[in-house]
């Protein structure tokens, strides 16, 4: 009988995590641990009978230490990153999962820091040649001239995450306020933007797995066709895309910022004046709504784990295009007895719900 590869999944019930759990849920040689910052989610729900644990917050600084005590007990052999903050605080314990014989299904340290600074990120896509939004590179906006600025602006924080701290602007007075709250609300120098003119369905992503070592595996691109968000954040609806231009970009950025590993996603805005794709950012994880590219034919969750696990899965990148996946809420019903979990404090404090 084949040994099954044990994968633990963190922010479970995030939508990005659900993807996940419904590509490798039903896979015979996959054995699912779960992980999540609440009792009450989704991936509790839908994968009840497997080993579960609340766990603090990605950015609680004892997130790290506390997975890799779970996954040591499980003998896990592969973990799939969900959400940023997650990412990023694994990233400064690579070794000691390394040490431990567990992989991590991310790419290292450094590679985050440098994707993640979309400042110096605008800088690299400006040497490549790659579209995107004007930046000003400015330390104080006064430094700015209103015959100089474009309005509407962008301001936003240069290493900020989840659509935090975005601010609009219309007039140089308004562009002071927001530079300088989150200037001190961050303790950085925010990004100063021309706002790339688009409504819905401007948005696309650009899907990439990447092996260990950073060829890529599968492609897949998508559009964001309803947000969370009015001014954008997490997709809601999504369709699957034929965009080879926006491909060619994404693949270009990561190259040049890399060496990236894992499953990665480059986002980009169609300018509707100029139809021009202009880069936005590389998120250093699985997107929210991946399930998509599974059913249109990339299964990029199995496919991470069997890249992760030696396996040669060749080139992916053959998919149906046009298809739509609208994220639905389904309530469950289930006895409270069914839903437990583990609630891991710390290395050592365990207590059942």
């Given at each position: 009988?084949?040994?099954?590869?044990?994968?633990?999944?963190?922010?479970?019930?995030?939508?990005?995590?659900?993807?996940?759990?419904?590509?490798?849920?039903?896979?015979?040689?996959?054995?699912?641990?779960?992980?999540?910052?609440?009792?009450?989610?989704?991936?509790?729900?839908?994968?009840?009978?497997?080993?579960?644990?609340?766990?603090?917050?990605?950015?609680?600084?004892?997130?790290?230490?506390?997975?890799?005590?779970?996954?040591?007990?499980?003998?896990?052999?592969?973990?799939?990153?969900?959400?940023?903050?997650?990412?990023?605080?694994?990233?400064?314990?690579?070794?000691?999962?390394q040490q431990a014989g567990i992989k991590v299904i991310m790419s290292a340290q450094e590679t985050l820091f440098r994707g993640a600074d979309k400042?110096?990120?605008m800088k690299v896509a400006e040497r490549l040649r790659i579209p995107h939004s004007k930046t000003y590179d400015i330390e104080n906006p006064d430094?700015?001239?209103?015959?100089?600025?474009?309005?509407?602006?962008?301001?936003?924080?240069?290493?900020?995450?989840?659509?935090?701290?975005?601010?609009?602007?219309?007039?140089?007075?308004?562009?002071?306020?927001?530079?300088?709250?989150?200037?001190?609300?961050?303790?950085?120098?925010?990004?100063?933007?021309?706002?790339?003119?688009?409504?819905?369905?401007?948005?696309?992503?650009?899907?990439?797995?990447?092996?260990?070592?950073?060829?890529?595996?599968?492609?897949?691109?998508?559009?964001?066709?309803?947000?969370?968000?009015?001014?954008?954040?997490?997709?809601?609806?999504?369709?699957?895309?034929?965009?080879?231009?926006?491909?060619?970009y994404a693949k270009k950025i990561v190259q040049a910022t890399g060496p990236w590993k894992g499953v990665v996603s480059v986002e980009f805005k169609?300018?509707?004046?100029?139809?021009?794709?202009?880069?936005?950012?590389?998120?250093?994880?699985?997107?929210?709504?991946?399930?998509?590219?599974?059913?249109?034919?990339?299964?990029?969750?199995?496919?991470?784990?069997?890249?992760?696990?030696?396996?040669?899965?060749?080139?992916?990148?053959?998919?149906?295009?046009?298809?739509?996946?609208?994220?639905?809420?389904?309530?469950?019903?289930?006895?409270?007895?069914?839903?437990?979990?583990?609630?891991?404090?710390?290395?050592?404090?365990?207590?059942?719900?």
């Open positions: 009988m084949t040994k099954k590869t044990k994968v633990l999944v963190t922010a479970c019930g995030a939508s990005g995590g659900m993807g996940i759990l419904k590509s490798l849920r039903d896979k015979s040689d996959i054995e699912l641990i779960l992980t999540n910052a609440g009792l009450y989610n989704s991936g509790f729900c839908y994968v009840p009978d497997c080993p579960r644990y609340v766990v603090p917050s990605g950015n609680d600084p004892r997130f790290a230490d506390i997975l890799l005590d779970i996954a040591k007990e499980h003998k896990v052999d592969l973990i799939f990153p969900v959400a940023d903050e997650e990412v990023f605080a694994l990233a400064t314990k690579l070794d000691a999962f400042g110096k990120l430094q700015l001239k209103p015959s100089d600025l474009k309005f509407p602006l962008v301001v936003k924080p240069a290493i900020a995450r989840g659509g935090q701290g975005i601010f609009f602007v219309q007039t140089a007075d308004e562009l002071k306020k927001a530079f300088t709250r989150l200037k001190k609300e961050f303790g950085e120098i925010p990004l100063v933007q021309e706002m790339i003119p688009g409504g819905t369905g401007s948005v696309y992503m650009v899907g990439l797995l990447l092996d260990e070592k950073s060829e890529v595996k599968a492609e897949f691109v998508g559009r964001s066709l309803q947000t969370k968000f009015d001014f954008g954040g997490p997709a809601t609806v999504g369709e699957s895309m034929d965009a080879p231009e926006t491909i060619h169609k300018d509707e004046k100029t139809g021009e794709f202009k880069l936005l950012e590389i998120n250093p994880r699985i997107w929210g709504y991946n399930f998509l590219a599974t059913q249109a034919g990339i299964d990029f969750p199995y496919l991470a784990v069997r890249t992760f696990r030696g396996e040669d899965v060749g080139f992916q990148a053959e998919y149906k295009k046009g298809l739509i996946l609208v994220r639905c809420i389904e309530d469950r019903v289930m006895e409270s007895s069914e839903l437990k979990a583990e609630s891991v404090t710390s290395a050592v404090a365990q207590t059942r719900f």
